[in-house]
């Protein structure tokens, strides 16, 4: 399969795999890049020496391309791009942000630049700012999200008609018919978060891991609108958010209650109680734990299988 | 195309109009059947006497299959399955409440019976009922909904995966790329509505077309959810619904605020201040209103250039 993407990444087959605090370190990006697709190393987990070993042993593990997500908001982030431009990593994603602040920098330093966006008016932006790609990501992805809800099925087309970018579709994709799928809606590319976090080679701790598998449809909810919206599993930790919206608590009160080292806590650490576990809405479709090369390999399989249905029909 | 949808209804395409309260009588519904499509009549919004007038109107105007939808927490329900037997209604799309009420009592009668589910649970229960066919309707889609947010593109594989059931895929679909799209995800047939209640033939205020083809991503939104989810466009109303959360206001006050008759008001009598206007996310991406039969062949026109665009991928 050859087409914007994945020219941009040279890569062999379109799927990328998505940057997720405490998940995806350098075991799975260059396990997934080493498979054919491109492994992302999620910095916003890493202090600045952190991201810069974790950099260095990708780039030992594979001679692939890779690319390191960078959410905008992060507060060391002239260190990360500073090490990042000097590693020369040759890709990088950045989120949760205005693109403006940094893709000049970066692009300067020969760097591939795509921006995260969940509605239209940020496409529009990073296309300003001058990135080459952007992945439009739905509200049925886990982890932060966007406050105006559109979902994957909504998003990619009103993307796709309004801004001439490469396009990478996230959010509900984990199987070669759901990438088909938003291939169809005009992506060229998918990426992809929980299925890799039920990887062997994903950072996530065991417990989260038996916990994605035990999910089931609605065991994720958007929350935590008022302070960054995120989607996560429920758990006693949730109950608590509920709780206090339940009783009206101050925006304080629920960034007092999230405090820090959450996400650490529960996706990193396995302590399902009070730790907070972002995963996205597939998870109730997740059931088996796999070498992120299975993982691709049968992603790649089913979307063949699923061209055949279509001509079928 | 042959399916097990298109054999159910006995209809040329597998697409399914909508049943919506205030936009969808007999004239949409007989457009939309004669078009190769099946029509709904939605009868929510409707007296009985009115439903008996409005069947009796759809079946001079089309000799093909139409439906009636019909909630199951509509207090006058009774009445309404009495006229529909009487009246020889060949399909009944039923929603919002327990499929074991009427679906033996209709299926007695001869009369094809579909259920509306928003999650997995729902799906198998309506199985067990006894139902002919499944609509899995997403987060993304206009009007009520479901608790769980699960988006179209997470419900319809899951459904597709755990339910036996001709398949039909709503929310998020107007278009034949997005109807293909639900095809690859396991759907044998689409549910739209959004889309053509921007047609001549549905009976929706001329304010109400026009404020949905000046809407913009975002412009929707999933509120009201501690009396029934519903998702509405944004206006005057709802800024009122807003404040009222702002303030937690109690549930009571919320319906209150609500009241009686405030779809009509906004859907059928074009009042965008104070009235109720449910449409789906997809608002953002229409823009022209057309005959239900060149809604239709357009869409039918895409999917088939979306099934070349696929192979060419």
């Known amino acids: 399969m050859k087409n914007r993407i994945t ?20 075991e799975l990006a260059s396990a997934v890049s080493n498979a054919g697709g491109l492994g992302i190393i999620g910095s916003g987990s890493m202090y600045p020496e952190i991201l810069k070993s974790q950099i260095q042993k990708c780039q030992a593990a594979t001679n692939q391309n890779f690319a390191v997500n960078v959410p905008l908001f ?15 990593v040759p890709i990088v994603f950045t989120s949760a942000g205005n693109p403006n602040l940094w893709t000049k920098e970066l692009k300067k330093n020969g760097i591939i630049v795509v921006h995260v966006i969940s509605n239209l008016k940020f496409a529009i932006k990073a296309k300003n ?9 739905g509200f049925e992805a886990g982890g932060h999200n966007g406050k105006e809800e559109l979902t994957t099925f909504c998003l990619v087309p009103l993307i796709k008609k309004n801004v001439d970018l490469p396009l ?6 984990g199987s070669g018919k759901t990438m088909l799928s938003a291939m169809v809606l005009g992506a060229e590319g998918v ?33 935590l609108k008022e302070l ?19 009783k009206n608590k101050s925006i304080e009160h629920l960034r007092e209650l999230l405090g820090r080292g959450r996400a650490k806590k529960g996706m990193f650490e396995g302590d399902m109680e009070s730790g907070e576990l972002e995963i996205g809405q597939i998870s109730a479709y ?16 089913e979307f063949k299988i699923s061209i055949k249905y279509i001509n079928e029909l």
């Open 7 to 26: 020219e941009l990444f040279s890569v062999k087959y379109p799927i990328i795999q998505a940057g997720m605090v405490w998940c995806s370190g350098w």
């Open 74 to 88: 992060y507060p060391d982030i002239d260190k990360h791009m500073e090490i990042i431009i000097k590693s020369k």
């Open 129 to 137: 700012a001058g990135v080459d790609a952007i992945v439009a990501e």
């Open 168 to 173: 990478i579709a996230a959010g509900g994709i």
């Open 191 to 223: 990426q992809i978060g929980s299925r890799f976090v039920l990887s062997h080679e994903s950072s996530a701790h065991i417990n989260f891991k038996k916990a994605i598998i035990n999910s089931k449809a609605g065991d994720t909810v958007l929350t």
């Open 228 to 246: 960054t919206p995120v989607r996560l599993l429920k758990n006693p930790f949730y109950d608590k958010i509920e709780d206090a919206y339940l």
């Open 286 to 301: 997740l059931n088996r734990i796999l070498s992120a090369k299975e993982i691709i390999d049968e992603i790649m399989e």
